[in-house]
């Protein structure tokens, strides 16, 4: 029986990748994608971001395009192969959490299919952003926290694990959340003297990758133009009321329906687990 569903999760599989993935590399790309290419083609020709081109977040996914654009090119198929191999990653990544769990190969295959649909089927909307992009490094920080854990590993891994939180944040600060929580969640399996050098380490990593990005930011002369469009020019994009906030929270059971439906069940699930 097992052997049957293993098969028969691999052949839907084979099915959602066949005919999903040269419809996902041919769809147009999302308006976001266009901006940070072109905030991408202004830096690398000289510009300075925020002073030629306008933006309302810190410039980490900027960064990624004018890292991978000269590479693969510059059409919206390059783009979202590129999109597909960060996405796969971090799929990856979460499979081999589900193996440390106890879940079979039937079962991670399933999971990897339900992604691949819901990814791959849904609007362009979600494609290649800065969500989808941050996830790479925040998981590649998680799986290094578990691997610490369970291992002797030197502690200074764990500087790498707080560099690749810092990478995260950059693309988007909304990594320091689940951070935070890997963080807190780790401490229960560590003597104190452990946690308090661990997270030593772990600041240290996250510093050097604020400090790298804060010297790209003076060295190209951006810091300045940065820092009066955030504080000055974009005040009302942060300053959401609670009546934002609740919409906000009620889109999240709305926006990708069914799958979206999913939270009113992982969310209870996830909070229970932790405790």
């Known amino acids: 029986m097992k052997h049957r569903s293993l098969i028969l999760a691999l052949i839907v599989l084979l099915a959602v990748l066949v005919l999903g993935v040269p419809l996902f590399v041919r769809t147009p790309i999302w308006v976001d994608v266009t901006y940070h290419d072109l905030s991408a083609w202004n830096i690398l020709h ?13 410039p980490g996914m900027v960064w990624a395009h004018a890292l991978v654009r000269p590479v693969v090119g510059w059409s919206h198929e390059a783009i979202r192969i590129v999109d597909l191999l960060v996405v796969s990653s971090v799929v990856f990544l979460l499979s081999g959490f589900l193996r440390r769990s106890g879940l079979s190969i039937n079962q991670r295959i399933w999971f990897v299919t339900a992604v691949a649909l819901f990814y791959l089927a849904e609007t362009e909307f979600i494609h290649c952003q800065r969500d989808g992009w941050m996830l790479l490094p925040a998981m590649g920080a998680a799986t290094m926290r578990l691997t610490r854990l369970s291992s002797t590993r030197s502690l200074k891994w764990t500087v790498c694990e707080g560099l690749l939180w810092g990478l995260a944040v950059w693309i988007k600060p909304h990594a320091l959340v689940p951070a935070l929580l890997v963080w807190l969640v780790s401490m229960k399996f560590q003597t104190r003297r452990i946690a308090i ?36 020019w974009n005040q009302e994009y942060y300053s959401w009321t609670w009546e934002d906030t609740f919409y906000k929270c009620r889109l999240l059971f709305t926006y990708f329906a069914p799958f979206s439906l999913l939270n009113w069940v992982s969310l209870p699930l996830a909070i229970s687990a932790l405790f």
Do not use: Q, R
């Open 197 to 232: 050098v661990d997270s030593c380490w772990l600041i240290a990593g996250g510093l050097v990758a604020g400090g790298l990005g804060s010297f790209w930011l003076v060295t190209t002369g951006t810091w300045k133009p940065m820092w009066d469009v955030l504080l000055n």
């Open 46 to 58: 000289g510009g300075t971001h925020y002073k030629d081109v306008f933006e309302t977040n810190l």
